[in-house]
């Protein structure tokens, strides 16, 4: 299979098995498969990930951007967040895009977005500030992963919480990115200052990062 990293940003066009045009525009994200590897989801807003389990992708030299509000009778979508259970039983599935952040959490996920063009989110919840966050971050590089571990173990040191950062069955791994969840440990989720310790973990990435 090819590396998914492949499509973005390619105009793409995918098709039906009736050669109906199912969505078009140009990729800016994908998601991966994680039972059957040959199958991939890609996005062109962020929010809707098309498979290539039932459908073609043609890439083309330009297309303009067409997303329906939602995908067409002949494919089966479900929200991402079920993916473990449906697995590959989905064509379509639905995320929520950078626009749906939750308010609380969106001002530590773009000071993030901000540390380096090699680091991106692509997730994040926080349960509108009621309940534990987590972030999935995007690494693109192996400096900007190694500063932002020295980051971390330096915060980690001199807290009186723990920050991880891990891998897990929902994140990607491929020959040219990583992904990543970053949320508080165990012990420390659903405190009251769980925000609290974001926001000084945010600060501290931000001194390390402004001299890399």
Not at 18 to 47: L, M, R, W
Not at 65 to 86: D, F, H
Request: with cysteine.
């Amino acid at each position: 299979m090819k590396d998914p990293n492949f499509y973005i940003n390619k105009y793409i066009k995918i098709l039906d098995k009736n050669n109906n045009i199912v969505a078009s525009g140009k990729c800016t994200s994908f998601k991966p498969d994680f039972v059957n590897e040959d199958i991939i989801y890609i996005s062109f807003d962020d929010k809707w990930y098309f498979s290539n389990k039932n459908c073609i992708f043609n890439i083309v030299d330009y297309i303009d951007s067409y997303v329906p509000n939602e995908p067409p009778a002949i494919l089966t979508w479900e929200y991402w967040r079920k993916r473990e259970e449906l697995k590959t039983n989905v064509d379509v599935y639905r995320d929520f895009c950078y626009a749906e952040i939750d308010p609380p959490i969106k001002p530590y996920v773009d000071r993030l977005n901000k540390l380096s063009p090699a680091i991106r989110t692509i997730e994040s919840c926080c349960g509108h500030g009621k309940e534990s966050w987590h972030i999935t971050i995007l690494f693109c590089d192996i400096n900007s992963l190694s500063m932002f571990l020295k980051a971390l173990y330096a915060f980690n040191k001199t807290s009186n919480v723990q920050i991880e950062l891990y891998s897990s069955f929902g994140v990607c791994i491929t020959d040219t990115t990583v992904q990543f969840v970053l949320e508080p440990a165990y012990e420390y989720r659903e405190a009251d200052f769980d925000l609290e310790m974001l926001a000084k973990l945010v600060k501290t990435l931000e001194k390390y990062f402004i001299h890399f």
